[in-house]
């Protein structure tokens, strides 16, 4: 009951942009921008407990250029979002980033003029993860959800472009602030 019997042949078809969005999950290194609390329990991920090493994802970059995921852990103040956009801008295509914790996502409890009120006003987001802060297990589920979406996004063609009406989309967007709940 091996490949042997499903491939009788020995020959396997596929379609090249699935094949490039399964090395493309395979081989994310994730960049360390850690900026409060939520820093703690990113860390926590790499330990034996909750083993990142699963996923390739062992080896956290202190470099952007050898990057190609940004995990945003915590607040980020209206001085560190212009140093936010440089590391963002200094990854290599393609690239991804989760706004890990409530304050990354929506600003959280810190709404005033010095916390930026969602990292989604600096840099796209892919994934967002609520919580305060949101512990290893449910970081580990939002990778896996970004794996999902690298798969099924195409990955032919030209992405930059592609990326450009996507960040201009989320840029374009309604802040958080601005937006009416069902009690206004």
């Not at 250029?65 to 956009?85: E, F, H, N």
Request: hydrophobic share 45%; aromatic share 6%; proline share 8%.
């Amino acid at each position: 009951m091996g490949v042997e019997e499903k491939l009788p042949s020995g020959v396997m078809t596929g379609k090249i942009s699935e094949v490039a969005g399964f090395l493309l999950k395979t081989s994310m290194w994730p960049a360390t921008f850690g900026l409060a609390c939520c820093a703690i329990e990113m860390m926590a991920v790499g330990t034996p407990d909750y083993d990142i090493a699963r996923f390739g994802m062992e080896r956290f970059s202190a470099t952007p250029r050898q990057a190609d995921l940004m995990i945003v852990a915590g607040r980020v103040s209206q001085k560190m979002a212009p140093v936010l956009r440089q590391v963002y801008d200094q990854m290599p295509e393609p690239k991804w980033v989760i706004a890990m914790g409530v304050c990354a996502s929506s600003g959280g409890m810190f709404n005033n003029y010095a916390i930026v009120q969602g990292v989604d006003h600096v840099v796209p987001v892919d994934v967002y993860l609520p919580g305060c802060p949101p512990r290893p297990q449910m970081l580990l589920n939002a990778i896996i959800m970004l794996h999902e979406q690298i798969i099924k996004e195409p990955h032919l063609g030209d992405r930059r472009e592609i990326i450009c009406k996507v960040e201009e989309a989320a840029l374009a967007t309604t802040p958080t602030h601005q937006m009416k709940g069902l009690l206004a």
